[in-house]
């Protein structure tokens, strides 16, 4: 299948958002807060990928972040291996996974020395990416490092269609030296959603304010699937599943 031209409507230029140690500080606390379970998701994805490769030993995490998928993931494969390009998510991965090894890479072009039974890419990581040609590049890497038979999971975001704009959340959450105060805005710009977070964090040496401003890229659930055929892979559409955004699963073919 030849690849498909990117849609008419453009993406902003730095969609890869990094985040930041004050970022990182504050980013499991708030979606915790907001029902966010990495280590039921993670416990679903797992049976998922056995129900499809019963064998299934290896697991690969591609922008793991700070791990908390990957660390749940470690009780339940043999091995494990993450792949986080940015700095201060790969550091908590690292100090909370002693061993486990956390390549620097970009989802787009990596190449590591062995191939697993799953790879996964999980909170809409994907959807970092700024083009349908990167969203096709790293599904491709993605499939490279699966054995035959082994098990793609890619989570992501909204599709164009059912994105609502200018959506504002909000949470609040106490804790006992500390009080996080969290307000987000989406909008549509282009084929991407811009997401601005805001936080007020308050704790004993004073309130400190931290901002953050994600482009998060809008595919459509065609060029998802385009992306997995072409590299080599099954693929079914699971619509909703746990976080209500689906849920992407192939299988390498042999």
């Known amino acids: 299948m030849s690849e498909p031209a990117d849609p008419a409507w453009p993406v902003p230029e730095g969609a890869c958002a990094v985040f930041g140690p004050e970022y990182v500080e504050v980013y499991e606390v708030t979606h915790s807060n907001r029902g966010k379970s990495w280590h039921r998701e993670a416990l679903d994805i797992t049976s998922r990928i056995r129900e499809r490769c019963p064998g299934a030993a290896s697991l690969l995490d591609v922008a793991c972040g700070g791990g ?36 620097d890479a970009d989802m787009r072009d990596f190449r590591l020395a062995t191939t697993f039974d799953a790879v996964t890419c999980l909170f809409v990581a994907i959807n970092c990416l700024e083009t349908v040609a990167d969203l096709r590049a790293a599904i491709a890497s993605m499939a490279y490092h699966l054995n035959p038979g082994g098990v793609l999971v890619i989570e992501p975001w909204w599709f164009p269609d ?33 997401m601005e977070e805001r936080w007020l964090i308050g704790d004993g040496s004073g309130i400190r304010e931290v901002t953050q401003v994600t482009l998060l890229t809008m595919f459509t659930e065609a060029e998802y699937v385009d992306a997995f055929t072409d590299a080599g892979c099954t693929v079914e559409y699971e619509e909703g599943w746990l976080t209500g955004r689906g849920l992407f699963l192939g299988i390498r073919k042999g």
């Open 162 to 194: 059912r994105f609502l704009d200018g959506y504002v959340g909000g949470d609040l959450v106490r804790e006992d030296d500390r009080t996080v105060a969290r307000v987000s805005r989406s909008t549509r710009e282009g084929r991407a959603t811009r």
């Open 68 to 103: 908390t998928h990957l660390r749940v993931f470690a009780s339940e494969f043999d091995w494990v291996a993450g792949v986080e390009p940015g700095a201060a998510m790969r550091a908590l991965a690292e100090r909370r996974m002693p061993g486990v090894p956390i390549h």
